[in-house]
């Protein structure tokens, strides 16, 4: 019988419990388990981990936020206390504001300090226009060549366009050149060639198809084919022009290698997705460029300009002419004719496209065409497939090879003269193909047609 202790409790049960076996088995003892009371209060276990969770989660993804609010915040101060030495406020006076016609931006390369002793501003070596339409669905390439003979504001009698930044700096540059085209400038970008290959060394190089290896004894060399170039080839690219293999047309040749660059340069700025690349780029930009626009202005520009490129949509051209030497002194001619045929569908905002004229058509036998079909696709063998079906149609001038960039479209490029060969071939190809005139393309690769096959053909 229990009885109460000393202070009125009851003391535990006690309970049997099965017998406790010893090794020596002879020996059986009953084991006494005393039960205690449970104490009272809240159990802590897997449960109470399980509703801990998802505060820890919370507060990781909380902290991972605020990380990247402030980088991003930090990224973005980064970029604007660079853009400050960019901008030079007197140039603002001479832009145009964009109103209803092409918004149009002029890409100058400057040689200053090239020639030993050259004082002040320096001659213009790149004039290059880019127009992009009211309604941003097409745009297109100017190309001036540097040695084209014009009347430079404040000037007695004519002048190489190259001069007018020698005298005036951009804002001289400018007014020349809304003269010669009659398109209002409403944005410049001007780029130091001293400092040109650090741009292109902090991109980590600027992938290019070279058709001829070049060797200029005043710009330097340029190997041939598919090339990673770095910033002293890019500026021998740019530069060469005295190579009579690689560059047979001289200043011509060179114009068309300029602009070649300054598109495959764009792409590859378009596609750049590592933050700390950027601020590199963004650090020696801001060293050798002078501009309005804004980093972000300029990205999303070159992004516009390749995207309306795959779809067939950017015009390339060059300012017509012929080379004539005047007292001596070699110049560009302009056709001012056929140029003002050409800008006039520019400051419409339509699509540039040279007219040729009935002497200038060439062949359209397809024995004849020098033809290249390149795979704008991820899948292997499709210019192979391609070309065999040209040559039975009569083609015997056909290379193949990869495009460099991905193409949903097919699109043909052609030389002028060579519309009705081109929409030739896009007939044979078969499919729905956008057709282009885009001399730049097909001097690249040596042809007079090129079709890049895109992913809607397969």
Not at 160 to 171: D, R, V
Request: glycine fraction near 10%; charge should be positive; proline fraction near 5%.
């Amino acid at each position: 019988m229990n009885t109460m202790d000393d202070e009125g409790r009851f003391p535990p049960a006690l309970e049997y419990s099965e017998p406790t076996f010893y090794k020596s088995r002879r020996k059986m003892l009953p084991r006494m388990r005393i039960s205690r009371p449970r104490k009272s209060g809240p159990r802590v276990g897997k449960s109470g981990h399980r509703r801990r969770w998802p505060w820890i989660v919370g507060a990781s993804v909380l902290v991972l936020v605020v990380i990247a609010v402030c980088l991003g915040l930090w990224f973005f101060l980064a970029l604007k206390s660079k853009e400050s030495r960019m901008r030079v406020a007197s140039v603002d006076s001479v832009l145009k504001p964009v109103g209803g016609g092409p918004e149009t931006t002029l890409i100058m390369g400057t040689d200053h300090g090239s020639v030993p002793g050259e004082e002040g501003p320096g001659r213009s070596d790149v004039m290059m226009l880019v127009t992009v339409a009211p309604d941003g669905k097409s745009a297109g390439f100017i190309s001036i060549p540097r040695d084209s003979r014009v009347q430079i504001p404040g000037h007695k009698g004519y002048d190489k366009i190259n001069a007018a930044h020698a005298y005036g700096g951009p804002k001289l540059a400018i007014k020349t050149v809304e003269n010669v085209t009659g398109l209002d400038v409403n944005h410049y970008v001007e780029i130091n060639f001293n400092g040109f290959k650090e741009i292109v060394n902090a991109l980590g190089g600027v992938r290019m198809n070279i058709p001829h290896a070049i060797h200029d004894i005043y710009a330097g060399d340029v190997p041939a084919g598919d090339v990673v170039l770095n910033g002293d080839q890019a500026l021998a690219l740019v530069r060469a022009r005295h190579d009579v293999t690689a560059v047979p047309n001289g200043d011509v040749d060179r114009t068309k290698n300029q602009r070649a660059f300054i598109e495959a340069m764009l792409s590859t700025v378009a596609h750049q997705r590592n933050p700390f690349t950027v601020l590199k780029v963004a650090d020696a930009v801001s060293k050798n460029v002078t501009t309005d626009l804004t980093f972000w202005r300029m990205f999303n520009l070159g992004r516009k300009l390749q995207s309306l490129k795959k779809d067939g949509k950017l015009e390339t051209v060059i300012a017509p002419g012929q080379p004539k030497t005047i007292n001596r002194v070699w110049y560009y001619i302009l056709d001012t004719q056929q140029f003002e045929q050409i800008l006039s569908r520019f400051r419409s905002g339509a699509q540039a496209a040279v007219q040729t004229t009935s002497s200038e058509q060439s062949t359209t036998d397809p024995a004849e065409v020098r033809l290249k079909v390149l795979n704008g696709t991820r899948t292997r063998g499709v210019a192979t497939s391609v070309s065999k079906k040209l040559a039975g149609k009569g083609y015997e001038r056909i290379t193949t090879g990869n495009s460099m960039s991905r193409y949903g479209r097919t699109t043909v490029y052609y030389s002028p003269g060579y519309e009705q060969a081109a929409q030739k071939v896009a007939s044979d190809v078969g499919g729905a193909s956008t057709i282009v005139q885009n001399e730049g393309v097909t001097t690249s690769y040596e042809s007079d047609v090129v079709v890049v096959i895109g992913s809607d053909h397969i």
